[in-house]
Protein backbone atom coordinates (compact mmCIF):
# COMPACT_ATOMS: atom_id res chain seq x y z
CA UNK A 1 0.00 0.00 0.00
CA UNK A 2 0.97 3.51 -1.05
CA UNK A 3 1.27 6.44 1.07
CA UNK A 4 -2.26 7.91 1.43
CA UNK A 5 -2.62 11.13 0.22
CA UNK A 6 -3.15 13.11 3.35
CA UNK A 7 -4.38 16.50 3.15
CA UNK A 8 -3.53 18.05 6.71
CA UNK A 9 -5.57 21.11 7.00
CA UNK A 10 -4.30 22.77 9.79
CA UNK A 11 -6.26 25.79 10.85
CA UNK A 12 -7.20 28.10 14.13
CA UNK A 13 -10.44 26.21 15.54
CA UNK A 14 -13.41 27.78 15.78
CA UNK A 15 -13.80 27.44 19.22
CA UNK A 16 -17.32 27.41 19.33
CA UNK A 17 -19.25 25.42 16.77
CA UNK A 18 -21.54 27.80 14.82
CA UNK A 19 -23.82 25.94 13.30
CA UNK A 20 -24.46 26.00 17.64
CA UNK A 21 -24.22 29.60 17.83
CA UNK A 22 -26.46 30.50 15.28
CA UNK A 23 -29.23 27.87 16.64
CA UNK A 24 -29.12 29.45 20.09
CA UNK A 25 -29.75 32.55 18.37
CA UNK A 26 -32.69 31.68 16.92
CA UNK A 27 -33.78 29.86 19.95
CA UNK A 28 -33.34 33.30 21.66
CA UNK A 29 -34.99 35.30 18.96
CA UNK A 30 -38.35 32.90 18.87
CA UNK A 31 -38.08 32.29 22.36
CA UNK A 32 -39.04 29.13 21.02
CA UNK A 33 -37.14 26.84 24.02
CA UNK A 34 -40.19 26.38 26.02
CA UNK A 35 -43.20 25.01 25.17
CA UNK A 36 -42.24 22.95 22.76
CA UNK A 37 -41.45 18.87 22.55
CA UNK A 38 -39.56 18.38 25.79
CA UNK A 39 -35.75 18.86 25.67
CA UNK A 40 -36.18 20.33 22.52
CA UNK A 41 -33.93 23.26 23.23
CA UNK A 42 -31.26 20.74 23.54
CA UNK A 43 -29.40 20.71 20.42
CA UNK A 44 -27.90 17.19 19.17
CA UNK A 45 -24.46 17.76 18.03
CA UNK A 46 -24.36 17.15 14.01
CA UNK A 47 -21.40 15.49 12.06
CA UNK A 48 -19.75 17.15 9.50
CA UNK A 49 -19.58 15.30 5.86
CA UNK A 50 -17.65 17.78 4.31
CA UNK A 51 -14.82 20.14 5.26
CA UNK A 52 -13.43 22.08 3.00
CA UNK A 53 -13.77 20.37 -0.08
CA UNK A 54 -12.65 17.35 1.56
CA UNK A 55 -15.26 14.35 1.82
CA UNK A 56 -15.32 13.09 5.61
CA UNK A 57 -15.88 9.80 6.56
CA UNK A 58 -19.12 9.05 8.38
CA UNK A 59 -17.70 8.52 12.42
CA UNK A 60 -19.14 5.22 11.95
CA UNK A 61 -16.44 4.08 9.59
CA UNK A 62 -14.13 3.21 12.82
CA UNK A 63 -14.19 -0.44 13.74
CA UNK A 64 -13.88 -0.42 17.15
CA UNK A 65 -11.79 -4.04 17.64
CA UNK A 66 -9.81 -2.43 20.88
CA UNK A 67 -7.55 -5.10 22.53
CA UNK A 68 -9.86 -5.12 26.33
CA UNK A 69 -13.36 -3.76 25.16
CA UNK A 70 -14.47 -0.16 25.37
CA UNK A 71 -13.35 2.24 28.29
CA UNK A 72 -16.20 4.14 30.02
CA UNK A 73 -14.12 7.53 31.59
CA UNK A 74 -15.63 9.22 34.09
CA UNK A 75 -15.03 13.13 32.59
CA UNK A 76 -15.07 14.86 36.19
CA UNK A 77 -12.72 12.51 37.95
CA UNK A 78 -10.35 11.76 34.69
CA UNK A 79 -6.56 13.19 34.56
CA UNK A 80 -4.48 13.55 31.61
CA UNK A 81 -0.61 13.12 32.99
CA UNK A 82 2.12 14.52 31.89
CA UNK A 83 5.61 12.46 33.58
CA UNK A 84 8.94 11.29 32.82
CA UNK A 85 11.74 13.57 31.85
CA UNK A 86 9.90 16.79 32.56
CA UNK A 87 10.62 19.47 34.94
CA UNK A 88 7.47 19.97 36.02
CA UNK A 89 4.81 17.03 35.90
CA UNK A 90 1.32 18.10 35.01
CA UNK A 91 -2.09 16.71 35.76
CA UNK A 92 -4.68 18.26 33.49
CA UNK A 93 -8.78 18.05 34.31
CA UNK A 94 -11.10 17.14 30.78
CA UNK A 95 -11.72 20.90 30.98
CA UNK A 96 -8.53 22.04 30.92
CA UNK A 97 -7.35 20.21 28.06
CA UNK A 98 -10.17 21.40 26.33
CA UNK A 99 -10.25 25.02 27.14
CA UNK A 100 -6.82 26.15 28.46
CA UNK A 101 -5.14 25.08 25.25
CA UNK A 102 -5.72 26.51 21.21
CA UNK A 103 -7.97 24.18 19.64
CA UNK A 104 -6.69 22.82 16.12
CA UNK A 105 -8.40 21.17 13.47
CA UNK A 106 -7.12 18.98 10.60
CA UNK A 107 -8.37 16.62 8.11
CA UNK A 108 -6.57 12.90 8.18
CA UNK A 109 -7.21 9.21 7.55
CA UNK A 110 -6.35 6.41 10.16
CA UNK A 111 -5.48 3.26 8.15
CA UNK A 112 -5.83 0.47 10.13
CA UNK A 113 -3.52 -2.41 9.37
CA UNK A 114 -6.48 -4.89 9.03
CA UNK A 115 -7.43 -3.30 5.67
CA UNK A 116 -10.18 0.06 6.50
CA UNK A 117 -9.45 3.73 6.43
CA UNK A 118 -11.70 6.46 7.69
CA UNK A 119 -10.86 10.43 6.96
CA UNK A 120 -12.16 12.03 9.42
CA UNK A 121 -12.37 16.01 10.46
CA UNK A 122 -10.43 15.78 14.21
CA UNK A 123 -10.22 18.60 16.11
CA UNK A 124 -7.96 19.16 19.67
CA UNK A 125 -4.83 20.49 21.30
CA UNK A 126 -1.53 20.30 20.08
CA UNK A 127 0.52 17.31 21.78
CA UNK A 128 3.39 19.88 21.73
CA UNK A 129 1.61 22.29 23.60
CA UNK A 130 0.30 19.86 26.50
CA UNK A 131 3.89 18.76 26.80
CA UNK A 132 5.31 22.13 26.63
CA UNK A 133 3.60 23.56 29.90
CA UNK A 134 5.65 20.20 31.71
CA UNK A 135 8.72 21.64 30.41
CA UNK A 136 11.05 18.33 28.79
CA UNK A 137 14.05 17.91 29.88
CA UNK A 138 17.03 17.64 26.57
CA UNK A 139 17.37 13.87 27.24
CA UNK A 140 13.60 13.48 26.36
CA UNK A 141 13.45 11.70 22.81
CA UNK A 142 10.51 9.72 22.59
CA UNK A 143 6.82 10.31 23.71
CA UNK A 144 5.02 6.98 25.39
CA UNK A 145 1.66 7.38 25.48
CA UNK A 146 -0.52 5.44 27.90
CA UNK A 147 -4.51 4.21 27.86
CA UNK A 148 -7.09 3.22 30.41
CA UNK A 149 -7.05 -0.36 28.78
CA UNK A 150 -3.38 -0.68 29.75
CA UNK A 151 -2.67 -0.07 25.73
CA UNK A 152 0.26 1.97 25.14
CA UNK A 153 2.39 3.65 22.07
CA UNK A 154 5.50 5.51 21.24
CA UNK A 155 6.23 7.84 18.75
CA UNK A 156 9.93 10.17 18.63
CA UNK A 157 9.10 13.59 20.33
CA UNK A 158 10.66 15.04 16.65
CA UNK A 159 7.88 13.61 14.76
CA UNK A 160 5.27 14.71 17.31
CA UNK A 161 6.49 18.65 16.82
CA UNK A 162 7.27 18.66 13.20
CA UNK A 163 3.80 17.21 12.30
CA UNK A 164 1.57 19.49 14.82
CA UNK A 165 -0.14 16.18 15.74
CA UNK A 166 -3.11 16.66 17.71
CA UNK A 167 -4.88 14.70 20.65
CA UNK A 168 -8.23 14.67 19.49
CA UNK A 169 -11.10 15.46 21.54
CA UNK A 170 -13.78 15.88 18.61
CA UNK A 171 -14.03 13.93 15.37
CA UNK A 172 -16.14 15.61 12.73
CA UNK A 173 -16.82 18.10 14.67
CA UNK A 174 -19.01 15.93 17.54
CA UNK A 175 -16.78 14.90 20.85
CA UNK A 176 -15.43 11.49 20.80
CA UNK A 177 -17.87 8.68 21.51
CA UNK A 178 -16.64 6.52 24.22
CA UNK A 179 -16.46 4.06 21.21
CA UNK A 180 -14.09 5.95 19.56
CA UNK A 181 -11.74 6.75 22.82
CA UNK A 182 -13.22 9.43 24.78
CA UNK A 183 -12.01 11.67 26.20
CA UNK A 184 -8.99 11.58 23.67
CA UNK A 185 -7.45 9.70 20.87
CA UNK A 186 -4.15 10.90 19.03
CA UNK A 187 -4.43 11.44 15.98
CA UNK A 188 -0.85 9.99 14.74
CA UNK A 189 -0.71 10.85 10.85
CA UNK A 190 1.36 9.38 8.81
CA UNK A 191 1.65 6.20 11.17
CA UNK A 192 -0.67 2.91 11.35
CA UNK A 193 -3.75 2.63 13.50
CA UNK A 194 -2.00 1.08 15.85
CA UNK A 195 -0.38 4.09 17.02
CA UNK A 196 -3.14 6.24 17.25
CA UNK A 197 -4.13 5.41 20.87
CA UNK A 198 -7.59 6.08 22.61
CA UNK A 199 -8.47 6.89 26.10
CA UNK A 200 -5.45 8.08 26.60
CA UNK A 201 -4.13 8.85 30.09
CA UNK A 202 -0.77 9.58 30.31
CA UNK A 203 2.02 11.19 28.07
CA UNK A 204 5.85 10.55 29.50
CA UNK A 205 8.65 11.84 27.91
CA UNK A 206 11.35 8.98 27.59
CA UNK A 207 15.37 8.81 26.79
CA UNK A 208 14.10 4.98 25.81
CA UNK A 209 14.54 4.83 22.07
CA UNK A 210 14.00 1.27 21.84
CA UNK A 211 10.65 1.23 23.64
CA UNK A 212 7.70 -1.13 22.40
CA UNK A 213 3.98 -0.40 23.01
CA UNK A 214 1.72 -3.51 22.77
CA UNK A 215 1.74 -4.11 19.03
CA UNK A 216 4.86 -2.89 18.80
CA UNK A 217 6.11 -5.67 21.63
CA UNK A 218 3.97 -8.83 19.26
CA UNK A 219 5.87 -7.89 16.76
CA UNK A 220 4.41 -4.20 14.98
CA UNK A 221 6.91 -2.36 13.58
CA UNK A 222 7.98 0.10 15.97
CA UNK A 223 7.86 3.56 13.20
CA UNK A 224 4.39 2.35 12.22
CA UNK A 225 5.54 4.14 8.98
CA UNK A 226 1.83 4.36 6.58
CA UNK A 227 4.44 4.52 3.63
CA UNK A 228 6.35 1.04 4.48
CA UNK A 229 4.02 -1.93 3.72
CA UNK A 230 2.90 -3.69 6.85
N1 LIG B 1 -6.33 2.26 23.97
C1 LIG B 1 -6.36 1.67 22.77
N2 LIG B 1 -6.13 2.42 21.67
C2 LIG B 1 -6.14 1.86 20.45
C3 LIG B 1 -6.34 0.47 20.27
C4 LIG B 1 -6.58 -0.30 21.45
O1 LIG B 1 -6.80 -1.53 21.41
N3 LIG B 1 -6.59 0.34 22.67
N4 LIG B 1 -6.34 -0.05 18.98
C5 LIG B 1 -5.59 0.70 17.95
C6 LIG B 1 -5.81 0.26 16.58
S1 LIG B 1 -5.08 -1.21 16.12
C7 LIG B 1 -6.51 1.01 15.65
S2 LIG B 1 -6.60 0.59 14.01
C8 LIG B 1 -7.21 2.24 16.06
C9 LIG B 1 -8.64 2.13 15.61
O2 LIG B 1 -9.39 3.19 16.07
P1 LIG B 1 -10.96 2.99 16.26
O3 LIG B 1 -11.14 1.83 17.23
O4 LIG B 1 -11.46 4.27 16.79
O5 LIG B 1 -11.52 2.62 14.94
O6 LIG B 1 -7.17 2.44 17.47
C10 LIG B 1 -5.90 2.18 18.02
N5 LIG B 1 -5.92 2.67 19.38
MO1 LIG C 1 -5.52 -1.43 13.83
Not at 34 to 62: D, K, R, W
Not at 120 to 135: H, K, R, S, T, Y
Request: glycine share 8%; hydrophobic share 40%.
Amino acid sequence: MGVEKIKAVKKLAITINSFLVLSLVMVGMTGCNSGGVAGANELEPVEVTEYEGEILSPVSALQESSMNGVQYIDKESYRLKVTGLVQNPKSYTYDEVISDFQQYKKVVTLNCVGGWSATILWGGPLVEDLIGEANPLPDAKVVIFYASDNYTTSLPLDYIIENSILLADKMNEVTISPEMGFPFQLVAENKWGYKWIKWVTEIELSDNVSYEGFWEARGYDNAGDLDKDF
